[in-house]
């Protein structure tokens, strides 16, 4: 039987504008993340990611506390990281942390592992830039092993080895499951394949259809092991309201903001209005109607053959009352449209 198709949300808990145009305190913001995912429990939405920074502009770094309170507020939804920064974190510690989650949430975690878009933690935590995939490689492989051996047997390179390691508490029902983050390289699909996880692509501009290469390699290398390919999700940012008009007003703002502040690290020009309306009509913005983002998701589901789309709901500064109104729409009406539209 063909796995039915799922619905996520995710968030990075932007910091948010409040009623007097002002941002919100940090700790606001957290409060307000907690309760966007309990609204999207109670719609029945698959999945709530939280992903983790460590900068000014967004509230949490440690999404797996924050999960783990979302957990005592919702009673199906499944709760997971968008991503969490394997390369400056230790994977003993990460995957004690999401056991825990597993626990708390009675076998609700899930983890998507990356190296993420930006860099504050290196420093942060006292890692090198220069070894960028080195870290991740190696304690990829070591968080790989604590999956699948009970007891842990390992050596690498970056830290001493361990010999049969235990790591507590125990997964209570078999495997965590674990996504690995994708921006789009092929060694990053390939490295997925070879640790038999499933593949969540990162797809936050141009045209969505320019990932089908990295899905087909994704494919092939599976079958030159004669095994089946695992999932494959998008992650795309988007935003819903009652229609096109209003959600294109709503989000440009916010969106402009967050791309700019960001464009002045990394030297992107300030984007256009213009530019921004191709990506809604063309690209990676699922921002419209309800009708409108659900025939963009569907389209994207077929193109690439996935199973899994996560909207990344939470834009800058757009305020908590119009997220909430998003997942709202995204839950009660965009969710069935695209069921529809790909049955």
Do not use: C
């Not at 932007?14 to 145009?21: F, H, R």
């Not at 983790?52 to 502009?57: F, S, T, V």
């Not at 990932?211 to 030159?224: G, I, K, M, S």
């Not at 921004?276 to 690439?304: C, D, M, Q």
């Amino acid at each position: 039987m063909a796995q039915q198709f799922e619905f996520g949300l995710d968030t990075f808990g932007d910091v948010t504008q409040g009623l007097d145009g002002h941002l919100l305190p940090h700790a606001q913001v957290i409060r307000d993340v907690i309760e966007e995912a309990s609204i999207a429990d109670e719609l029945g939405i698959d999945a709530f990611g939280v992903g983790e920074h460590h900068r000014p502009d967004f509230a949490v770094s440690a999404p797996e506390v924050v999960l783990a309170a979302i957990a005592t507020r919702t009673r199906r939804i499944r709760l997971g990281s968008a991503v969490t920064v394997l390369s400056t974190d230790d994977p003993i510690r990460v995957f004690e942390r999401f056991s825990t989650l597993d626990a708390a949430s009675n076998g609700r975690a899930e983890v998507t592992l990356g190296r993420g878009s930006f860099t504050e933690s290196f420093p942060l935590f006292g890692y090198d830039l220069s070894q960028y995939e080195e870290l991740f490689d190696e304690k990829l492989d070591l968080f790989v092993a604590l999956l699948r051996q009970e007891e842990v047997t390992w050596h690498g390179h970056l830290r001493p080895p361990l010999t049969k390691h235990r790591v507590f508490p125990p997964l209570e029902r078999g495997p965590l499951k674990t996504w690995i983050g994708v921006g789009g390289s092929p060694e990053s699909v390939v490295r997925a394949v070879r640790y038999d996880l499933p593949l969540a692509l990162a797809i936050i501009g141009g045209d969505p259809k320019r990932f089908r290469p990295y899905v087909d390699l994704y494919h092939r290398a599976y079958a030159q092991l004669g095994e089946p390919a695992r999932a494959i999700a998008v992650h795309s940012p988007g935003h819903v309201a009652d229609t096109d008009e209003q959600a294109r007003e709503e989000f440009w703002p916010a969106y402009k903001g967050m791309h700019d502040r960001i464009g002045l690290e990394r030297g992107w020009p300030p984007i256009e209005r213009a530019s921004f309306n191709r990506e809604i009509e063309h690209g990676a913005l699922y921002v419209g109607a309800p009708e409108t983002v659900a025939r963009r998701i569907s389209a994207t589901a077929k193109a690439l053959g996935i199973v899994r789309f996560d909207l990344k709901y939470s834009a800058g500064t757009l305020a908590h009352d119009k997220l909430m109104r998003s997942i709202a729409l995204y839950g009660s009406k965009v969710v069935p449209l695209v069921r529809d539209m790909i049955a």
